[in-house]
């Protein structure tokens, strides 16, 4: 089945350093994917949406120049948290859609954990 | 995107079944009615997905009734790795993969 895999799962960094978190898909090609941030006992909220070859799209309140995506290849997107604040320590998981399967069933990365001190 | 709304928590006993309600009274025509279970600390992971009446996979159940301003997960004879919050998201093909995750169901299965 499809695979996508997020690098690192855990990272601690101090206030004010760069974060980069990396989504993959192993086993297929993916055009979108999309980022999540998730505090603890709460829901998922959307972030944005990264798109190979073109700019990402933000959902509103999201701040771009915070959030740097980057979807370098067909199965490779970024997320750098800029500038980390202890507030920015929650739960990131991308996703993404795969070929030939509804358009519902998107493909989870394990998620990871920021931790800003 | 049409607005779901779920029981906050539902408890149950192994090998019992489990039925999940969402509600979602402004579906619009379009919309496809997407389940998904997670597990603390991982990524969500699809159950099912159905447009009307029921679908069934080798999981769980997805009953839609005629109106579908409603449906029901069921998840037969649950065992205690069921554990997990399940998602309801409602959503069509042109807003493929942006849905909005509601505040879910937390499922506790006990022995």
């Known amino acids: 089945g499809a695979v996508v895999s997020q690098h690192p799962s855990r990272v601690i960094c101090k206030s004010g350093t760069s974060v980069k978190i990396e989504c993959r898909s192993l086993?297929?090609?993916?055009?979108?994917m999309f980022w999540y941030r998730q505090f603890p006992k709460q829901s998922l909220m959307l972030m944005a949406t990264?798109?190979?070859?073109?700019?990402?799209?933000?959902e509103q309140g999201v701040e771009k120049d915070k959030f740097l995506i980057n979807h370098a290849s067909l199965t490779l997107s970024t997320l750098t948290v800029t500038s980390a604040h202890p507030e920015d320590s929650s739960f990131y998981i991308c996703?993404?859609?795969?070929?030939?399967?509804?358009?519902?069933?998107?493909?989870f990365g394990e998620g990871s954990r920021l931790t800003v001190l | 995107l049409a607005k779901t709304t779920q029981p906050i928590s539902m408890d149950s006993y192994e090998g019992q079944e489990v039925n999940i309600t969402c509600s979602h009274n402004?579906?619009?025509?379009?919309?496809?009615i997407t389940w998904y279970q997670q597990f603390p600390s991982q990524g969500p992971r699809f159950i099912i997905q159905?447009?009307?009446t029921k679908v069934t996979n080798e999981v769980a159940s997805l009953f839609i009734p005629a109106d579908r301003k409603s449906s029901t997960l069921s998840l037969p004879r649950v065992s205690l790795s069921d554990t997990a919050v399940y998602y309801c998201?409602?959503?069509?093909?042109?807003?493929?993969?942006?849905?909005?995750f509601g505040a879910g169901t937390q499922v506790v299965v006990t022995p």
């Open positions: 159905g447009y009307k």
């Open positions: 086993d297929f090609q993916a055009t979108t």
């Open positions: 402004n579906i619009a025509t379009n919309d496809y």
């Open positions: 990264s798109n190979e070859g073109s700019k990402a799209t933000y």
């Open positions: 998201l409602v959503g069509e093909a042109d807003s493929w993969g942006k849905f909005q």
């Open positions: 996703s993404a859609p795969a070929q030939g399967r509804p358009f519902g069933e998107l493909f």
